[in-house]
Structures are given as structure tokens and as C-alpha cells.
């Protein structure tokens, strides 16, 4: 469960927590400040839920123009699509609409729990440097293919989890 906070921007106004857009459009509309008047700017606040969800909603952004689709999202993507986006938009600088661009076209390449060295040494398993014979791998230099792949890869953490990622 994904727990937000409204803050409203008037301090004479009451503020809430709510867990879905439903609950918040009906606490929204009640809230009043200490002359009687509507309240209709509020800060959204991430409370509680999963890590890889409080990374997500400071990717995006999270404000009261855009939590229903947040609140969506965090439902319908999986880790991994929380993951591309957390680094295409906050590492690679790409621009997403949330309204209107797929997470399948966030050209970016995620590797999870892995090192650069890690990276390097799978790489070669799969031949990614040509066929190599058996009895010859135990003289690679797997940290020298990691330095490499440094010019063009990144090691990051994202809610716990290590990634190396590479943004086309």
C-alpha cells in the first residue's frame, strides 16, 4: 500500500492522508481554511510504501497535477519499468509524459544486482568478445573490460537494489 500526505499550502487549512484518487478528490474538496474558503493547492508527500515506489514518486515529480497517474502507475508497472524510468529520467535526462509516453521506449540498458565486473565477465560468457577457449579465460583481465565498459556504462543503487545501466 502507497500511503501520501496533502499538505495544503494555506496553514489555516486541515491536512490529510489518502491512499487513492478517490480519497483524496473527496478530501480535497472538503477542505477548508479557517475563513471557510476552499483550499485547492496541496504539496504531495510520499509517507510510506516500497522504496523502489518513494524513488518513483521523487522521479516523477509527485504534485497533486499528476498523483492519479502516479497512483496508477505504482499499481500497473512492475519494478523494473519503475527502474528504467528512476534512471532515464533521473540519470540519463530523458523527458517523459506520464499521460502519454510508453515505459517501452525509454531506450536504456538495465543490468540488476551487477557490477561493472560482473557485466564484463558476462559479456564474455556470452561471447560478446568472440569465441574464447576454455582453457584461455583464466587470463582475462575482467577488470580492464570493467574499466572499459566504464566509458559507456554506470553503476547506480535505486531503493537497494545495484544496477549498471547504459543510456542509448
Not at 489518502?18 to 479557517?34: H, L, M, P
Not at 518513483?56 to 499528476?66: D, M, P, S, T
Amino acid at each position: 500500500m502507497t500511503l501520501l500526505f496533502a499538505q495544503p499550502y494555506d496553514g489555516s487549512a486541515s491536512d490529510f492522508f489518502f491512499d487513492t484518487i478517490e480519497q483524496y478528490g473527496e478530501r480535497a474538496a472538503k477542505a477548508v481554511n479557517s475563513f471557510g474558503e476552499r483550499v485547492e493547492e496541496f504539496e504531495i508527500q510520499f509517507i510510506e510504501g516500497e522504496r523502489i515506489d518513494a524513488a518513483f514518486a521523487k522521479a516523477v515529480g509527485l504534485n497533486q497535477a499528476n498523483v492519479g497517474t502516479f497512483l496508477e502507475l505504482v499499481e500497473d508497472w512492475d519494478e523494473d519499468d519503475k527502474r528504467r524510468f528512476i534512471v532515464a529520467v533521473e540519470e540519463c535526462g530523458y523527458s517523459f509524459d506520464l499521460h502519454r509516453d510508453a515505459i517501452g521506449d525509454l531506450d536504456v540498458d538495465l543490468y540488476e544486482g551487477m557490477t561493472l565486473r560482473d557485466l564484463a565477465e558476462e559479456f564474455v560468457d556470452e561471447g560478446l568478445f568472440g569465441d574464447i577457449p576454455e582453457h584461455l579465460r583464466f587470463y582475462i583481465d575482467y577488470d580492464a573490460i570493467a574499466r572499459d565498459l566504464a566509458m559507456d556504462y554506470v553503476e547506480t543503487e535505486i531503493a537497494g537494489t545495484r544496477l549498471v545501466y547504459r543510456c542509448a
